[in-house]
């Protein structure tokens, strides 16, 4: 499903270059839940950023799929990110002024999903997050837990095949926090293929397999945290 190739990408200010992640080789299957850890500045947000096609790689090369991301187009890559890909991010990311039910009907909008179906679509999967009851609700009349479901639900509206979770419990109590863990491990049951950016050991240990970045670079790939 996702493959690196001796994947490094390096940015440029000035005559500074840094070098965000160095020659890693990386596969996720189809279906499989991992993590992916490391220290602040490790890479794990350029890596997220990678394989969900909000960048592309300086050198190597990534087949999402199947497919080589480097040569695609930017409509090819937007077109990624609306239906293949969705995300979860640690801020949720919601428009502040816009209800539950406008929040997740967004990716929708963009796919020129018929008023009908995206109305469907929208009740199918706040019901299915256990917000049946808040479609109405803005973020700010919405718990943490409550948004991040919101959101969840919002990453889910084209029927991705990958989800990719930054720090997705990182601003939630524990409570909330297992209530999200309990939808992703629902997700994977269903087929999806989820990659969790955390530090959260507890939240890590709960999926398939480790990668642990630092300095750019896999320092263990498939072990268990101590």
Do not use: W
């Not at 992916?36 to 990534?62: Q, R």
């Not at 609700?137 to 991040?148: A, D, L, R």
């Not at 524990?174 to 863990?181: C, F, L, P, Q």
């Amino acid at each position: 499903m996702i493959e690196m190739k001796q994947v490094h990408k390096s940015y440029t200010t000035g005559k500074v270059t840094f070098e965000a992640l160095r020659r890693i080789d990386l596969n996720i299957k189809r279906g499989e839940q991992v993590a992916v850890v490391g220290p602040s500045g490790s890479g794990k947000s350029t890596l997220m950023n990678l394989m969900g096609c909000l960048d592309v790689p300086t050198e190597g090369e990534y087949l999402l799929d199947g497919e080589p991301v480097r040569d695609m187009t930017a409509n090819q890559l937007a077109d990624i990110r609306n239906k293949k890909v969705g995300f979860v991010f640690q801020a949720f990311n919601l428009l502040p002024y816009a209800t539950a039910f406008e929040n997740v009907e967004v990716p929708l909008l963009f796919a020129k999903v018929s008023g009908k179906k995206r109305k469907e679509r929208v009740l199918e999967l706040l019901s299915r997050v256990g917000l049946a009851d808040k479609l109405e609700n803005k973020p700010t009349e919405m718990s943490g837990g409550e948004m991040q479901r919101t959101a969840i639900a919002r990453a889910l509206a084209n029927d991705p095949d990958i989800i990719l979770a930054d720090e997705p419990t990182g601003n939630l109590d524990s409570k909330s926090g297992g209530e999200i863990i309990k939808i992703f491990k629902e997700l994977e049951n269903a087929g999806k293929t989820i990659v969790i950016i955390t530090h959260d050991t507890t939240i890590a240990k709960q999926t398939n397999r480790i990668i642990r970045l630092k300095d750019g670079i896999i320092e263990g790939n498939g072990d268990l945290l101590s």
